[in-house]
Each structure stands twice: as structure tokens, then as C-alpha cells.
């Protein structure tokens, strides 16, 4: 590990995560997905995810609806990232595939919180090289902003002073429905199997 994990957050929503101290604000009985949840989330989950408008790899602007179609696991990171995001986006990836063998279809999508070197044609060549039915987004640095403000992200680049600087930012994949919108999130840690069993909970009780 580098620089490039969740840094100091003090009175964000990140931090809280990553204490685990975060709590459920409603009972399970108005829960529909009570049995698939691993984690609480301070003030529901609607407090996570909403519209954004990004760029895809072929340079054509598209907004959250645009992209997701179906159960879609999400994460935001950056092509130079030298460890966490290839095996990050790679165990997502493999959760994916887990899903298809059951019949389950999901789409896996990568968005860059690093704008400044990863062009749509950079960011869409990480993603196919993947997994075949991953989507990549870019977009300029207000629009990523935006979008990973919608979903209570972290990233700050490192001062390097050079091309081949670091960002540091959160980790955490999100598991987000076309209808109802973001649901879980998973650490690090998930196996990919564990990811398909929690995915596919998800998907059986939508």
C-alpha cells in the first residue's frame, strides 16, 4: 500500500465508514433489503448516490441514467493507480462473472477521479481491459467532483510536482439498482464470492 487509501476525514461520511461506526436510522421492517445488508448507513441510503453527468469512452457525455440500465456495481478510482484500483476494479470484475454463471446480469463501471490524465480513451481502454462489459467515465474536474460528491467519495491528488503523481482516495465499490438507487457498499476486504452472494440477495429482493 501507498498513499493512495482513505486519508484523515474528519466529520465525513468516509471516516465513518471506515470506523464502522456507522448506524441504521430505520428499522428493518421498512427495510425490503434488511437480510442482504453487511452494513448500516447514518441517515439511509438515500443519503448516498443521485444523478451525475459524465464523459465515456467515446468522448459522449452521459448521465447516470444513461449508464445504469441494471444492477450495477460501482467504483471510483484512477488508471495510474499503481495496486489498489487493478485489483479493486479486477475482484469486481470477477464478482460480475460470478453473477453471470447464476443467470444474473450486472454492470461493472469505473469512474476516474483523476480527469487531468485520464481522457476517455485512456479511462475506456483500463476498463476493457478488465472485463469486457465494463464501463469507463471521465469527465472534467467539475463534473467528477459532482459525482463523487453524490456519493460521499474521497480524492485529493498528491503534490508531486510531476506527471507521475498519486491520488489518494477511498476505496469502497457501490452497489447501486436502476429504481432504487444506491443499496451497499463493499470494502476491500469482500471476496469477490462474497460480493455475488450480497449482489445477488440485492437483485432477488429489488
Known sequence: MNGKLIAPLAATAVAAIVAGTWFATRSADDDQFAQCRASQIAGGTDTIGGPFELINAAG?????????????????????????????TARNAEAVDLLAERGLSVTPIFISVDP???TPEVVGDFAANLHERMIGLTGTPEQVKAASAAYRTYYKAQDSGDEYYLV??????????????????????????????AVACFIDKA
Do not use: K, N, W
Open 60 to 88: 459522449e457525455t452521459v448521465t447516470d441514467r444513461d449508464v445504469i440500465t441494471e444492477p450495477s456495481i460501482l467504483y471510483f478510482g484512477y488508471t495510474f493507480c499503481p495496486d489498489v484500483c487493478p485489483l479493486d
Open 116 to 118: 487531468e490524465r485520464d
Open 168 to 197: 489518494d482516495h477511498s476505496t469502497f465499490s457501490y452497489l447501486v439498482l436502476p429504481d432504487q438507487g444506491f443499496v451497499e457498499f463493499f470494502r476491500r476486504e469482500t471476496s469477490p464470492e462474497e460480493m455475488a452472494d
